[in-house]
């Protein structure tokens, strides 16, 4: 089934650890997304990419690193976490050069807390 | 002022009612405008998306865009128990580089 895989699901890290969140994508999408979820601020954008080899910051970028190595792959590392990122993360992927490819497909999400 | 502005809610309707839901942006520039459906513990999916003014229906959706006044809603006709979500409206704002940007959502319980 074509879609967006997140790795892991769920992370519990000690703060000051670095951890990479895994993203995947199999539908040839051109451009990926990572977004953080947090109660009442809704979904804020860290870093994004409109095509591989290319990455831009979002609206929350400190603190997190992305790569884009190929089409299929986006991970976000965080050096050295802080409580403050725990968060809920999404990725995300769109075929941005389609007419009404704007639409987002959304991984399942990873549940990270920082300890 | 934040880009994207909704109702958090929670907003109550009964079975079989019209549930409204409504969303302000702030930059006139902007575009393109989504609504998403997302349910507790589970990641936003796409309902709609509306480019021009004016009513954009799809099954019991309808998406309504005013960009003079620059707000856009949703209505749900015949609200089920199943439409009890979270709804996060989205717009790319002008000179975004076409990333889009989200309100916190509107929470939306359908009472059987």
């Known amino acids: 089934i074509a879609g967006i895989t997140q790795a892991p699901t769920s992370q519990i890290l000690a703060a000051g650890r670095r951890m990479t969140l895994r993203c995947t994508q199999d539908?040839?999408?051109?451009?990926m997304y990572w977004y953080r979820q947090d109660l009442g601020l809704g979904l804020r954008l860290i870093h994004y990419?409109?095509?591989?080899?290319?990455?831009g910051k979002g609206e929350v970028p400190d603190g997190y690193s992305v790569s884009r190595a190929n089409t299929d792959d986006f991970p976000l590392t965080l050096a050295s976490a802080v409580p403050s990122q725990t968060s809920v993360y999404f990725c995300?992927?769109?075929?941005?050069?389609?007419?009404?490819?704007?639409?987002?497909?959304f991984g399942q999400g990873t549940r990270l807390t920082v300890v | 002022q934040k880009e994207v502005e909704q109702n958090s809610g929670p907003l109550s309707v009964p079975e079989g009612a019209i549930a409204s839901l409504n969303c302000t942006y702030s930059?006139?520039?902007?575009?393109?405008f989504f609504w998403y459906r997302q349910y507790s513990g589970k990641s936003p999916e796409l309902i709609m998306f509306i480019y021009s003014n004016g009513d954009k229906e799809d099954g019991r959706f309808t998406a309504q865009l005013n960009k003079a006044s620059q707000y856009v809603s949703l209505l749900i006709r015949d609200s089920q128990p199943s439409d009890s979500a979270t709804y996060l409206c989205?717009?790319?704002?002008?000179?975004?580089?076409?990333?889009?940007?989200f309100g916190s959502g509107t929470q939306l319980t359908v009472l059987p």
């Open positions: 989205a717009v790319i704002p002008s000179g975004s580089a076409r990333q889009l940007t």
């Open positions: 539908m040839r999408h051109n451009a």
């Open positions: 995300a992927s769109s075929d941005s050069g389609k007419k009404g490819g704007d639409t987002l497909k």
């Open positions: 990419s409109n095509t591989a080899g290319t990455t």
């Open positions: 930059d006139r520039g902007s575009q393109s």
